[in-house]
């Protein structure tokens, strides 16, 4: 992981961010995804900025664990279509473009470190790469969990590859293919959510998990995560998934969901 310049990630904590907050307490970084008015959605610079965390993590051995949060009532609706289209807007952050191409679907076995994803509202689309990245997964009972892509003419293709990588194969498959929401005890059952907490309890179980990880070697882990990611390597199946994800959205059905979903009508397919 060398996206940015070591000057710039030896100060991280006093850059500029404009989609998320970051900060070091007691050996553990939080990294909040800031953007609530548009439920947490996934605009280009804000992936950048999250790899600029990531990177800082992994090379600062004052940072033993992650925990990733979120501001507001969802906690990530997926990618800002209109943005990754082009459609940027105006946006106020330090962090340059990272150096190299950023597949936020392999981004957090990189890091090395334990990640713990609290989940306090919505996830919908790529809002999962949270979690199939995580080491656990926190969740409030009666969360939202949905996959809708298929509804607007898409298809969630490297959120289906991470997902594969925890859960049972047709339950992922069919996840895509219908979109429906998943429901939280079930997404336990299925191993995606390590814990089910109401939510008056979840910093606690949050800060016990995070004791027993900090009571262990950091060194241990950081090498037996590093081996984990080595013999599950995929970046390659990652850049092939998201040139497929390009090809849909340029489909006449892509653009046909994109635009139903707009208009908040129901999308008229042609299978083109």
Not at 9 to 25: G, P, S, Y
Not at 65 to 90: P, T
Not at 100 to 111: A, D, H, P, R, S
Not at 126 to 141: P, R, W
């Amino acid at each position: 992981m060398d996206f940015f310049e070591d000057i710039l990630i030896n100060d991280a904590l006093n850059q500029k961010f404009a989609f998320i907050k970051l900060k070091v307490h007691d050996h553990v970084m939080t990294l909040t995804l800031d953007r609530p008015k548009k439920k947490n959605a996934l605009h280009p610079h804000m992936v950048q900025e999250i790899a600029f965390a990531m990177q800082f993590a992994k090379q600062t051995s004052d940072v033993r664990a992650i925990v990733i949060d979120a501001s507001g009532e969802v906690f990530c609706a997926g990618a800002d279509l209109k943005a990754f289209m082009g459609m940027v807007g105006e946006f106020d952050s330090s962090i340059p473009e990272a150096k190299g191409e950023v597949l936020i679907g392999e981004l957090f076995n990189k890091v090395h470190k334990p990640i713990i994803t609290k989940v306090e509202g919505t996830v919908l689309a790529g809002g999962f790469f949270f979690l199939a990245g995580a080491n656990y997964v926190v969740c409030n009972e009666g969360n939202t969990l949905g996959l809708p892509e298929v509804k607007r003419g898409l298809f969630p293709f490297q959120v289906m590859a991470a997902l594969l990588e925890i859960m049972p194969k047709r339950i992922v498959v069919d996840w895509c293919i219908r979109g429906y929401n998943l429901d939280v005890a079930d997404a336990k059952r299925f191993g995606l959510v390590t814990h089910i907490v109401s939510p008056d309890t979840i910093d606690e179980v949050i800060q016990e998990i995070l004791e027993e990880i900090k009571a262990n070697s950091p060194t241990a882990i950081r090498l037996g995560l590093e081996a984990l990611d080595t013999i599950s390597e995929q970046a390659s199946k990652h850049k092939y998934l998201m040139e497929m994800l390009q090809k849909t959205v340029g489909s006449k059905d892509g653009q046909e969901g994109l635009l139903a979903f707009r208009q908040k009508r129901k999308p008229v397919w042609t299978g083109e």
